[in-house]
């Protein structure tokens, strides 16, 4: 069973930085895909950015681009998301996903099998 550990969320104010953490077994992190999604009450939830770790492929939505910067740190077999510049918009429940196949490219929710709890991040303006 894959397990996957978020952290890191909380509140700030618009303009401010947050950065998440997603730490799993050496096995996942070595073999997985890695990817962070968000969800608002009522909405689908959004890809917004992914990692291969065996080489540090990245892959980013529009919506994040030059503001967010997934990366990985092997020694903790853990994943980040680096947020700055946030936006009020940027209000969501924030999930770890991986998947045991390459998606670069793809951040469809639908293709990820292993989930974690979530971390609420909560940008005012």
């Known amino acids: 069973q894959v397990q996957l550990i978020e952290s890191g969320g909380g509140s700030v104010q618009a303009g401010g930085s947050l950065n998440l953490s997603c730490e799993t077994s050496?096995?996942?992190?070595?073999?997985?895909?890695m990817a962070w999604f968000r969800q608002t009450p009522g909405k689908e939830r959004e890809g917004v950015a992914g990692i291969w770790p065996p080489n540090a492929l990245t892959y980013y939505a529009d919506s994040v681009k030059g503001r967010f910067t997934i990366s990985q740190d092997d020694s903790k077999s853990t994943i980040y998301l680096q947020m700055n510049s946030l936006k009020p918009d940027d209000t969501a429940m924030y999930y770890c996903?991986?998947?045991?196949?390459?998606?670069?490219?793809?951040?469809?929710?639908?293709?990820?099998?292993?989930w974690g709890q979530g971390t609420q991040v909560t940008v005012s303006s």
């Open positions: 050496q096995y996942t992190y070595k073999n997985y895909y």
């Open positions: 996903a991986a998947e045991p196949r390459l998606l670069l490219s793809r951040l469809d929710p639908n293709d990820f099998n292993s």
